[in-house]
């Protein structure tokens, strides 16, 4: 059944965005946008309520709203983490940021892996910590598609085969247009309406439904009951005894990752001063509350009987759908119309984002450094533009021709993946004691140690033996043979455990290669770069400072 | 990395100001035996969840707190763009 007032209400204000990606290109303009640093940051010149919308946008995304509550929906506490590590994210970011803002200002950064090559003189470190990004950004745009199409199902357009995935295709056609017209703009500025509408519909949900279905009490009854009927003992509306190691891991390790996603630097670069990523980083909690709010929304599922679409490509019940089916069927069409095109346009403004995001990895850390070393910034500009059509129709692909729930897969590996860079990365903004050759030896060593835990955690719900989550039981945990906490059935996060196995591989390392007096390589950044600020009054100069080389 | 931990390691100009260490109060809420219980109730919620949401504002208190109180600290300058940028902040209508 196609669900047409809700469709009508869907796809105008998805014109409308559209229109407005357009148009972003025309927005506050610069000379030109043929420059890296216009379409790829936005000139750096973003102020503070531009970058919390861009930054809240992106990092709250469409897979968010209809994965996590699915989450709860499904296993209770522990989907809650996403909360507490919202909550930690901001104040272990605070300091670091500040510092990356101002090494990338001065020195006209656009990447991690830019400042990786510029702190070390390592173009091997810095393809290392560029390919981590790409491999980490592209599922998790493909996820966005996920979201999207969960929307798109629910609304009726449930076809099965090629057909069924065309109403996405044509979604993502135009978002790749106004994304390849007007760069980091369009996503900017539909992050407005975006978010308006996210926090219309959130606010309304979380006060009207537990209005009408009894109260608070009411519902997490339900889900209660619910759980103690399941003979798992994993799930329930509190943590058990196995599973808060992972709750915590789970919360800090993700903290640890938000913000070396390629795209999150993205937003926090683009702004105009370091007080407008002090003030954002006390300002983007608010989304936290909002996330911790629509969370609660997979108890409210539950409580009012709100049964999964089965996906008609897959022939499985999309547990994606919980959110959008709640909607449809506690709210009239246009509301709900409305709140399936937040979810929608939530899908478009991250995944243009990370588009350009992974287009930038490419151009200034393959292109540049690999290929064409002397390419001016038109060059530049024309392949990041490219690059970024290609990075999505990848995506396009992965959600149209594999299965989905292989994305999903990929998404947590990312995750645990992309914790792995932190050494080269934010340690490096405070010391270069780490050697670089060691922090190459730390990484191998925890991304394949990552990759092997990984693939060793079975996932009862499937039936399958690898990729199970990210879930590991300490009983399993194993070094050379050794299994250091056999029997114990206590959880913890993947990810955490592989950092811990790449700083003690780097630091280990890094004493035998000095002591072996291996070569150190070139700091370009001085001591003084990484307080720098943008002055109040704006002068007439060019935005990419080139700083004076310093050496150690 | 939470920042003021790592400082004081030699890579050159590292600032120290005590009022950062107040960052490493939100990360109490990663303490879950404290929190993983049901009673006090809050408008029907348990415990766990409701206090997790109230960190929220809490934890956006303390880092506005430093913000504050470490906001004076200049660096040195870099130009800035050629444009007066944001319309939208400032109220200018360029």
Known sequence: MIRVPELVVFTVLFVGVSALGFLAARWRTAPSLDHLEEWGLGGRRFGS???????????????????????????????????????????????????????????????????????????????????????????????????????????????????????????????????????????????????????????????????????????????????????????????????????I?????????????????????????????????????????????????????????????????????????????????????LFSGIAFAAIGIGALVPAAIMSIAAANLWTRNIYKEYLRPDATPVQEAKQAKLASLLVKVGAVLCIVLIDPQFSVDLQLIGGVIIIQTLPAVAIALYTRWLHRWALVAGWVAGMSYALYLLWIIPNPATGSVHFGGSALALDRLTLLGWHPFAGSPVQIYVG????????????????????????????????????????????????????????? | MSGSADRGNGSGELRWNAWNLLLLVPFLILGTPWINVAEPRLLGMPFFYWVQLAWVPFSVAIVAVVHVRTRGERGPSVPAGPDDVDALDTGATR
């Open chain 1, 49 to 247: 309520w531009i970058t919390w919308f861009l930054i809240g946008g992106d990092l709250y995304t469409a897979y968010t709203f209809v994965a996590v509550p699915a989450l709860l929906f499904g296993a209770g506490a522990t989907g809650f983490f996403a909360l507490p590590y919202a909550v930690v994210a901001y104040p272990l970011v605070f300091l670091p940021l500040l510092r990356m803002w101002s090494v990338a200002r001065v020195h006209g950064y656009v990447t991690p892996a830019d400042f990786v090559r510029g702190r070390y003189g390592s173009p091997t470190l810095a393809l290392l910590v560029a390919i981590t990004g790409l491999v980490a950004t592209m599922p998790y745009i493909a996820l966005q598609l996920a979201g999207l199409e969960a929307v798109l199902r629910t609304m009726g357009l449930n076809g099965a085969g090629l057909l069924g995935h065309l109403p996405l295709l044509i979604a993502f056609l135009v978002l790749a247009a106004y994304t390849y017209q007007s760069g980091l703009r369009a996503p900017a500025l539909i992050a407005f309406v975006k978010d308006i509408l996210i926090y219309i519909v959130v606010l309304v949900a979380v006060i009207y439904l537990p209005i009408r279905l009894g109260g608070w009490s009411s519902i997490f009854g339900a889900a209660d009951a619910k759980f103690a009927a399941t003979p798992s003992p994993a799930d329930g509306v509190l943590l058990g005894g196995n599973n808060q190691l992972q709750y």
């Open chain 1, 249 to 333: 891991t789970l919360a800090f390790g993700s903290a640890l990752a938000l913000f070396l996603y390629p795209h999150a630097l993205t937003g926090v670069l683009a702004s105009r001063r370091r007080d407008v990523v002090r003030r954002n980083m006390v300002a983007l909690p608010a989304y936290s509350f909002l996330l911790g709010l629509l969370l609660l929304l997979g108890y409210v599922a539950i409580a009012a009987h709100v049964q999964p679409i089965t996906n008609n490509a897959t022939g499985r019940p999309d547990t994606n759908t919980i959110i959008p089916m709640l909607f449809a069927e506690q709210f009239g069409s």
């Open chain 1, 496 to 552: 955490f455990v592989a950092l811990v196995v790449n700083l003690v591989v780097s630091v280990v390392a890094t004493f035998a290669l000095r002591a072996a007096g291996v070569a150190e390589g070139e700091d370009s950044t001085a001591p003084g770069d990484y307080h720098a600020d943008a002055d109040p009054d704006p002068r007439p100069e060019p935005v990419a400072a080139t700083a004076g080389m310093s050496t150690r």
